[in-house]
């Protein structure tokens, strides 16, 4: 019996690496649940989406930060009912985000917060609400899942201004370097339950976020001499969601790599999609 097709929850999913991310996943036919704050870029996102069908995709719109987003009656609202198999998310993917441009010491609390509150905590509370209520969990015994090998996981997408630092960004960068620790905390305490916890580090990567940087100074920093693009993101998110040897946390650094050792990284994510193609 085909299996049904599986589920990937996409914070900030509905422009930029996620939007880029919800559509590498679509097109391998898993079905997309988005989450922004915006309801009609969600919308907007959702209709950008390939088969399995566009209906098979929802969104939930609200703050990744307020405590009250993670709620499993907000949850049930937009059709994910803790409990339903159907709600059962194989694959998180913690993209949503902001950043700043301003000195740490002229940066106000507020903004301190808001960095922190959307990039860390909210991160960790909507992982930890997922967990806690089995909306992620494995059920390999349950599905037989052992004989192809996927195991539910998460996947951060962190920056490497967290591992290196930056001018300009010390919230943004100390809440990276925080989803860092995050990630291989969780990755210790959830591999004997069968999820997988890893992480994404990009260098610059063009989206929104960094449209109003000055461009052509800092290509000249970067191996590659040109920022990273969405889909490049994107593959290696898709490259940790079904690669199961991948039990523990990864960093895979994006800028700072060679042309020939992201160009292999972006091949294995392939040759994984291609399998899988051809499994079906
Ligand atoms: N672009 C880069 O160079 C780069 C490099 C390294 C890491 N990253 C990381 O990659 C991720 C995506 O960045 P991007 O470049 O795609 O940025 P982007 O184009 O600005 O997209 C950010 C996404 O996050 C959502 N979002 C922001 N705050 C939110 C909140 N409180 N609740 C729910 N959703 C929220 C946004 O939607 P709404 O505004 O509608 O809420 C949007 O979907 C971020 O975590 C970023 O830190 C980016």
Redesign the pocket.
């Known amino acids: 019996m085909p299996s049904p097709p599986r589920h990937v929850l996409i914070?900030?999913?509905?422009?930029?690496?996620?939007?880029?991310i919800a559509q590498a996943f679509a097109a391998q036919n898993y079905r997309c649940t988005l989450?922004?704050?915006?309801e009609a870029?969600?919308q907007t996102a959702i209709s950008s989406l390939t088969p399995p069908s566009t209906s098979a995709h929802r969104y939930i719109p609200?703050?990744?930060?307020?405590p009250s987003?993670w709620t499993t009656t907000n949850f049930k609202e937009s059709g994910l009912d803790k409990g339903d198999p159907e709600s059962r998310i194989d694959v998180l993917v913690?993209?949503?985000?902001?950043?700043q441009s301003r000195l740490f010491t002229t940066t106000p609390e507020d903004e301190i917060r808001q960095i922190v509150?959307?990039?860390l905590t909210?991160l960790m509370l909507g992982t930890r609400f997922l967990l806690r209520n089995k909306y992620l969990h494995s059920t390999r015994r349950m599905r037989g899942e052992e004989a192809t090998g996927f195991t539910p996981s998460v996947v951060n997408?962190?920056?490497?201004?967290g591992v290196s630092g930056g001018y300009g960004a010390v919230a943004?960068a100390a809440s990276?370097a925080g989803v860092l620790g995050f990630t291989r905390a969780l990755a210790g305490e959830y591999v004997g339950h069968g999820v997988r916890v890893n992480a994404i580090?990009?260098?610059?990567?063009?989206?929104?976020?960094?449209k109003d940087l000055n461009t052509a100074q800092l290509q000249d920093r970067i191996p590659l001499k040109r920022?990273?693009r969405?889909e490049e993101?994107a593959h290696a998110a898709l490259f940790l969601a079904e690669n199961h040897e991948l039990e523990t946390a990864s960093q895979n650094l994006c800028e700072k790599t060679d042309a020939n050792m992201f160009q292999k990284m972006r091949v294995a994510a392939e040759s994984i999609v291609r399998r899988r193609e051809s499994a079906w």
Do not use: W
Request: with cysteine; proline share 4%.
């Open positions: 914070t900030g999913g509905s422009r930029g690496i996620g939007l880029s989450i922004s704050r915006s870029a969600l609200g703050s990744i930060s307020s987003f913690n993209c949503a985000g902001i950043t509150d959307t990039n909210g997408v962190a920056s490497l201004l943004y990276k580090v990009p260098g610059y990567v063009e989206s929104d976020m960094t920022f990273g969405p993101i």
